[in-house]
């Protein structure tokens, strides 16, 4: 029997991107952080010059999945890494994002193979959402290391 596992070791070579909504960037500057603590530390050079990460910046929630589609097209990546918040307000409009925004990053996920980790934060109020973000834990760490532990499977399966 053979056990397919990721680990966090060895990520001198991988290549990661975070796609970042600016829609409520209170949040979602701080996610930002979290992941790229969480990558620092795992050996991962985050300059945005020369580094192994890139950053592309978009309006919104809705536009992350076209934007983490492309980046995954170009075979330059080895997980990528989808960062927003999207916040319930008193019309139907979170209801399309979030879901609009879960079905785009997790078909391109499928559809081009390259791990799109879903960091996106559907909450009802900006407290939760700010919780999530930094002031009880960073969610944005856990997004990093779910690409680690992603591109790292992926690179012991083929």
Same mark, same amino acid.
């Given at each position: 029997?053979?056990?397919?596992?990721?680990?966090?070791?060895?990520?001198?070579?991988?290549?990661?991107?975070?796609?970042?909504a600016r829609f409520n960037d209170l949040v979602?500057?701080?996610?930002?952080?979290?992941?790229?603590?969480?990558?620092?530390?795992?050996?991962?050079?985050?300059?945005?010059?020369?580094?192994?990460?890139d950053y592309a910046w978009v309006?919104?929630?809705?536009?992350?999945?076209?934007?983490?589609?492309?980046?995954?097209?170009?075979?330059?990546?080895?997980?990528?890494?989808?960062?927003?918040?999207?916040?319930?307000?008193?019309?139907?409009?979170?209801?399309?994002?979030?879901?609009?925004?879960?079905?785009?990053?997790?078909?391109?996920?499928?559809?081009?193979?390259?791990?799109? =980790?879903?960091?996106? @934060?559907?909450?009802?109020?900006?407290?939760? !959402? #700010? /919780?999530? *973000?930094? =002031?009880?834990?960073? @969610?944005?760490?856990?997004?990093?290391?779910? !690409? #680690? /532990?992603? *591109?790292?499977?992926?690179?012991?399966?083929?």
């Open positions: 029997m053979t056990v397919f596992e990721g680990n966090f070791a060895n990520t001198a070579d991988y290549r990661f991107a975070i796609v970042i979602t500057d701080k996610l930002v952080s979290g992941c790229q603590d969480c990558f620092k530390r795992h050996g991962v050079n985050t300059d945005p010059e020369g580094g192994q990460v309006p919104g929630c809705f536009e992350v999945s076209l934007v983490a589609r492309k980046l995954a097209e170009t075979g330059r990546y080895d997980a990528i890494v989808c960062l927003g918040a999207v916040i319930r307000g008193h019309t139907p409009h979170f209801d399309y994002v979030a879901s609009e925004v879960s079905k785009g990053i997790a078909a391109t996920s499928i559809q081009t193979g390259v791990p799109t =980790i879903f960091g996106v @934060l559907t909450t009802d109020t900006m407290q939760q !959402a #700010l /919780e999530r *973000a930094g =002031i009880k834990s960073n @969610l944005g760490w856990s997004y990093a290391m779910n !690409a #680690l /532990e992603m *591109a790292s499977l992926m690179k012991t399966i083929r």
